[in-house]
C-alpha cells in the first residue's frame, strides 16, 4: 500500500473545470479516480495504467474528463472541464500499488486497488 493525498477541490460554477491532483507516497500501477455523490453509490470516474497509460473513463464524463499521470512524481490528475452540477461529488484517488497482470477494464471496480486517498469535495453551482 502506499498512502495518497488529494487536492483540487473546490467550489465552480456549471460549465467551468477544476483540476484535481493525487500523490501517492511510492511507485504505483494503476490509479484511478471515483466519485461519490451525497444519497448515492460510489463509482467509476477513470483510471490510467503505469507502463503505456493506457485510459478508462465512465461514459458519463468522456470527452469532459482527462486523467493523467506523472510517475516521476508518483501524481495522478484529473482535468475536468465543463463541469456540470451533477458531477458534484466527494472525488477520491485510488491506486495499485502491486503489480498484477490484470486488464484495465478490471480497474473500474473500487476493489481492484489496494490503496485509496481520503476524498476531496468537488462542488458544482447551477
Known amino acids: 500500500q502506499v498512502q495518497l493525498v488529494e487536492s483540487g477541490g473546490g467550489l465552480v460554477q456549471a460549465g467551468g473545470s477544476l483540476r484535481l491532483s493525487c500523490a501517492a507516497s511510492g511507485r504505483t500501477f494503476t490509479m484511478g479516480w471515483f466519485r461519490q455523490a451525497l444519497g448515492k453509490e460510489r463509482e467509476f470516474v477513470a483510471t490510467i495504467r503505469r507502463s503505456d497509460e493506457a485510459t478508462r473513463y465512465a461514459d458519463s464524463v468522456t470527452g469532459r474528463f482527462t486523467i493523467s499521470r506523472d510517475n516521476v512524481k508518483n501524481t495522478v490528475y484529473l482535468q475536468m472541464n465543463s463541469l456540470k452540477p451533477e458531477d458534484t461529488a466527494v472525488y477520491y484517488c485510488?491506486?495499485?500499488?502491486?503489480?498484477?497482470?490484470?486488464?484495465?477494464?478490471?480497474?473500474?471496480?473500487?476493489?481492484?486497488?489496494?490503496?485509496w486517498g481520503q476524498g476531496t469535495q468537488v462542488t458544482v453551482s447551477s
Open positions: 485510488a491506486a495499485k500499488a502491486k503489480f498484477v497482470i490484470s486488464s484495465l477494464d478490471t480497474y473500474t471496480l473500487w476493489s481492484k486497488y489496494d490503496s
